[in-house]
C-alpha cells in the first residue's frame, strides 16, 4: 500500500507559512522533502517533496517548478550521487564483506546554506542532509552489489568525504576465540617492544625492535594473518603466564584480526597448522563477538600452579606442615616490585585456596597451589622482602633460591 502524506497538517498557518518559505528557496524534491523529513512515514524524500511542491503550488495558486539548479545541494542528488556511489564500489576491490555501513561529510556549502534555511524554516520537522545522503548512497550501493547496508556491526565502514573527495574504508576485526597452553619457558603472552628503540630496530634488541624473539600472539597470530589476509593482530587473554612460567592447561583467549580483507577462514586448518610447533597449542578455535573480550578481561579464574622450589637451606618438616593453615589466612600483597614500574602500587588481598607438597630433597620442595584470581605466585612463596604476608618463606623461616613455576589448571570449565 502506498504511504500517504498528512497533508491536512499545513492547513496550520505556521505550517503552511514554513512550506512556502521551504518552496521559496529554490530546493530540488530531496532538499524540500527533508524539511519536513519526520512527516508521513513511508515516502523517501523525493517523493515527499514532489507532494509537498504540489501542495504549495495549490496554496498559492502558482505552478512550482522544480528549480534548476538546487540551492542546498547543488543537485548532488539528482547528478552526482550515482557517481559517487560508482568510486565508492571501486574501493571494495579485494575485501570479503556481507554488511557495511556509510557515513559522509558533507560540503561545507551544503552546511552553509541548510542553516542558513533552518533559521528560517525551524528544525521542528528537518532531517539533516548528512542522514539523506547516507541512506540514499547505501540504496545505490545495495543494487550495485549483493551486500546488505546495515548499521549494526556493519563488517565494512565507508565515510565518503565529499569535501575533499576521498573515500575510506574501515574492514571491522574478526574474533576468535579458543583457549591456548605455553609448553616453554622465556615467551610472554604478547610482542614486547624494546623500550630502548621503540620497535625500531637498536644494538639492545638487536636490530629486531623486540626484547623477545617471539611469542604466543605472533605464534598463534601467523597461520591467522595469513588466511585473513592482513597485517595485524591484537591479543587478549584471560590473564597471563609470567614470562618463565609454563602454561599446561588451557587459557582463554580472543584474537583480534585487524583490517582482514578475508572473513571466511577455516579455522580446524588454523588449528590443525598450529598443532605443528612445539611451544604453543590452541584448542576450540570458533568466531566470537567483540564483547567476548571485555568478558575476559573482567573474569575472576581461580588457577592451579605446580612451583618447584630450591631454598637456601634445609627444609624444616615441622614448619613445612604449618603451610595446611595457609588457606585460613588472608594474604595482603603489595605489588610486586618486578612490576610495579608499569603497575599501580597497591595492597592487594587475596585467598589461598588449597596447598599441597612433596619434598624432593633437603632443599627442594614442588608447591602445589590452589589461589585466587590475582594472587602473585611467585611473591606469595618468597614474601618479595616483607611485600606479601604471610609467605612459605616467612612460615619456613627459609629463603628461596630458585623457582620454576607452572600453571597447571585453569578453572573456568569450557573456553
Known sequence: MKAKFPLDIFENSNRGEKLLEA????????CLGRQFGM????????????ILRNFAGKISKTKLKVPVTCKICNNFFKKKIKEVAKETVKNFKGIEFKTFLVGSIPTGEMIRRQDELWEKVGIEDVEPIKTEINRELGKIIEKKTDKTFSPKNPELTILVNLQTGKIKTSIRSLYVSGGYSKLVRGIPQTMWICSNCGGKGCVACKGTGKLYPTSVQEIIEKPFLKAAKAKE????G?????????????????????QPLRRKIDLKKIERELKKNKKVKVRRLKFAEKELIEKLKRAKIDKTYEAEVVFEKKIDKKKLKE??????MEIHQQTPQRVVHR??????????????WKMKGQKKAIFKIRAE????????????????KPSVAEMLDNKVK?????????WTGKC
Not at 343 to 356: G, M, T, Y
Open 343 to 356: 603497575r599501580a602500587d597497591i595492597l592487594r588481598k587475596r585467598a589461598v585456596r588449597s596447598i599441597s
Open 323 to 328: 603451610l595446611k593453615e595457609l588457606p585460613k
Open 39 to 50: 512527516i508521513g512515514h513511508g515516502l523517501s524524500n523525493a517523493e515527499r517533496g514532489k
Open 233 to 236: 593482530s591484537s591479543f587478549h
Open 402 to 410: 630458585k623457582i620454576n613455576l607452572d600453571v597447571i589448571k585453569i
Open 373 to 388: 584470581s590475582g594472587l602473585y605466585i611467585k611473591e606469595l612463596i618468597t614474601g618479595d622482602e616483607g611485600r606479601t
Open 23 to 30: 518552496v521559496k528557496n529554490e530546493l530540488c524534491d530531496n
Open 238 to 258: 584471560a590473564g597471563r603466564e609470567d614470562i618463565d612460567a609454563r602454561n599446561l592447561d588451557y587459557r582463554p583467549f580472543v584474537i583480534e584480526i585487524l
